[in-house]
């Protein structure tokens, strides 16, 4: 069955440094995303990219945050100088097509520890 | 705004026993409605969902109804076993929204022998 990856599964970075998140999205998947968990908290949106461009960002998606993709197939987040603050379990999501019941599904998530 | 709201955790039971998670929601028009679990160590997975009032999502041995009388959507199951032991998200979304869901802050079951 296809799924959506992440790599790394864990990252450690110092507070300043840029980290980029990389996820491979279900092949024929059209809608993708960007979700972030702080640790004992609930999940929370950041971002959706559709056909080439941000579709829609939260208030926590600012301009330290960026998402591309570069060829057909990965999926980026970037975050240009990280705070501590930034520490969460990042999940990216894809879905095939428009609808609000079509299903989202989830990478495994990165770990991402700020210092 | 749009929300979701479960019940505390952590919920414990004991094998077999009978599970009912809460959730309600405050939405303005008609959301989808989704469960996500994820078990320890893991993404999120679809556990089930509905799409409008009145429709029953199953899977597992899951269910959960679409009620909009009372805005909610309650997880249930008839017996549960160790395996259930993760955290369970309900979750909304709109089709106009571009599609972003928007989750409860999750509920933990432990499920002992």
């Known amino acids: 069955e296809p799924e959506v990856t992440q790599t790394p599964s864990h990252q450690v970075t110092q507070m300043g440094q840029e980290v980029i998140l990389r996820c491979v999205p279900i092949?024929?998947?059209?809608?993708f995303y960007w979700y972030r968990q702080i640790l004992g908290q609930k999940v929370e949106f950041l971002v959706s990219f559709y056909n080439n461009e941000i579709s829609e960002k939260s208030e926590i998606f600012d301009d330290q945050f960026s998402v591309e993709r570069p060829d057909g197939s990965n999926f980026t987040l970037k975050i240009r100088s990280t705070k501590l603050e930034d520490s969460a379990m990042y999940f990216c999501?894809?879905?095939?097509?428009?609808?609000?019941?079509?299903?989202?599904?989830f990478g495994p998530g990165t770990r991402l520890l700020v210092l | 705004g749009n929300s979701v709201t479960q019940m505390e955790g952590p919920v414990t039971l004991s094998e077999e026993a009978f599970l009912t998670i809460n959730c309600t929601y405050t939405a303005t028009g008609y959301p989808s409605l989704f469960w996500y679990v994820q078990y320890p160590g893991e993404g999120l997975q679809l556990l089930l969902k509905?799409?409008?009032?009145?429709d029953k999502g199953s899977n597992k041995g899951f269910e959960a109804t679409y009620r909009k009388e009372t805005t909610s959507f309650h997880l249930e199951k008839g017996s549960v076993q160790v395996s259930d032991s993760a955290v369970y998200f309900c979750a909304l979304t709109f089709y106009n929204q571009g599609g972003k869901l928007i989750f409860g802050q999750g509920t933990e079951l432990s499920v002992k022998p």
């Open positions: 092949s024929n998947h059209l809608y």
């Open positions: 999501a894809s879905k095939r097509l428009a609808g609000g019941g079509e299903t989202q599904y």
């Open positions: 509905a799409t409008k009032a009145d």
